[in-house]
C-alpha cells in the first residue's frame, strides 16, 4: 500500500499526514515497502481514505497502483521462479513474512486456474476495502508475470456491487461477478506453465531462504509460527508432517516432540486453524459450506459439517445466521 499517501494527497480533504495520524500512524512508514502495518489497522485506515477523499472504490485505486518492485524481496519470487506457478506457489508459502491477516489461494481443475484472497482475522470494518485493493495488486502480479497479453475469464467479489462500476470495470476489462463465493480472479490455466524470463534456480532458492530466514526471527513463539506456517499450507491442502517440519528447518520427529512439550499435535492444530479460518469466511463472506469445506480439505460437505459441529457444537450454516446477527 505504498501508493496511499500519493492517493491521499490528490484526493483527500486534507494532507496525508493528518490522515494517516487518526489511525496512529507515520507517513514515514510508506517509505520502505519493508515495512509492515497491523492488519487490522489497515482495515481501519483504507475506510478513513475512502470517506476523507469521498472515493468508495479508494481500494481499488490504491490495489492497481502496487507494482512488482514494490514488494521488495517478496516480489523477487515473481522474478527469480522458473514458472508462473512456482513463483504463486513460492509467495502464497511465504506470505506471512508480508501478511498476517489474509492468504491468497491458488487451484486449477479442468483447464481453469482461481488465485484468490482470504481473511482469516476477525474483522470490525475494512473488509471490503481489502479485498477491493488484495484483487488488483494479484491482477497487476499476474499481468507482470504473464505479459501485457495476459487477460482473466472473470472477476469475482464478495461485496455487493457497488453503485457506480466503471472504476471496476476501466481496470479490470472482463466480467465482474459480485456477492460471488470468494474473491478471486478466474484465468486458463495455461498461464501457470509460462517460463518467466528471469528464471535463475540459484537466485530463487536464495529468496526462498531469506523469507524462510525471516520468518524465523520474526520473535514469536513456536505455535504462534507454526500458525502462521499453516494457514496457506491449510489452504493450499499440503500440510503433511514432513513439509511442515521442512519449512520449520527441522526433522519430523523434531517437530513432533517439540509439539508434546507443548501438550499438542500436528493434527489438533491444523483443526485449530480449519475452524479459525471457516469462521472467518462464514462471517465475512458469502462462500457457501461446499465451497469452504473444498477450501479447507474436505472430502465433501458433510464432512466439514460433522467437524464444525465438533468445533461450535452446531452446525456451519446456523453458525453464521447466529453470528452474523
Known amino acids: 500500500i505504498a ?60 490495489g492497481q497502483q502496487a507494482k512488482l518492485e514494490q514488494l521488495g524481496q517478496f516480489g523477487e519470487l515473481a522474478i527469480y521462479a522458473p ?45 471490503s476495502q481489502i479485498y ?17 497479453t495476459f487477460a482473466a475469464t472473470e472477476v469475482r467479489f ?7 462500476m466503471t472504476p471496476y470495470e476501466t481496470f479490470f476489462q472482463v466480467p465482474l461477478i459480485f456477492e460471488a463465493d470468494e474473491d478471486a480472479i478466474v484465468f486458463s490455466d495455461q498461464w501457470l506453465k509460462k517460463p518467466l524470463p528471469g528464471a535463475n534456480i540459484e537466485l530463487h532458492a536464495d529468496v526462498l531462504q531469506r523469507l524462510t530466514t525471516i520468518q524465523s526471527e520474526m520473535g514469536i513463539d513456536f505455535i504462534e509460527e507454526l500458525h502462521m506456517i499453516l494457514r496457506p499450507l491449510v489452504i493450499s491442502q499440503c500440510c503433511s508432517p514432513e513439509r511442515v517440519a521442512g519449512m520449520l528447518s527441522l526433522h519430523p520427529r523434531t517437530l513432533n516432540r517439540r509439539l508434546e512439550d507443548y501438550g499438542t499435535t500436528l493434527r489438533d492444530i491444523v483443526g485449530e486453524i480449519r475452524y479459525e479460518i471457516a469462521k472467518q469466511l462464514l462471517i465475512d463472506s458469502r462462500i457457501s459450506a461446499i ?14 459439517t460433522r467437524a464444525f459441529r465438533r468445533w461450535s457444537g452446531i452446525t456451519p450454516s446456523v453458525w453464521r445466521m447466529q453470528n452474523r446477527q
Open 83 to 127: 514458472t508462473v506457478e512456482a513463483a504463486l506457489h513460492g509467495m502464497i508459502l511465504h506470505v506471512c513474512s508480508n501478511d498476517r491477516g489474509g492468504v491468497p489461494t491458488l487451484t486449477s481443475k479442468n483447464g481453469i486456474a482461481s488465485l484468490g484472497y482470504a481473511i482469516y482475522v476477525p474483522m470490525h470494518e475494512g473488509v
Open 291 to 304: 465451497t469452504i469445506s473444498t477450501l479447507l480439505g474436505y472430502a465433501d460437505a458433510s464432512a466439514f
Open 158 to 164: 464478495s461485496r455487493s456491487q457497488p453503485r457506480d
Open 132 to 148: 477491493s485493493t488484495s484483487i488488483p495488486i494479484m491482477y497487476n502480479l499476474l499481468r507482470a508475470m504473464c505479459g501485457k
Open 3 to 62: 501508493a496511499l499517501p500519493a492517493l491521499l494527497n490528490k484526493y483527500a480533504d486534507k494532507p496525508a499526514e493528518l490522515v494517516v495520524a487518526e489511525v496512529g500512524l507515520d507517513l514515514e512508514l510508506f517509505e520502505d515497502p519493508e515495512n509492515n502495518i497491523a492488519f487490522i489497522t489497515v482495515g481501519r485506515l483504507l475506510n478513513l481514505c475512502a470517506r476523507r477523499t469521498g472515493l468508495p472504490h479508494f481500494g481499488l485505486l490504491l
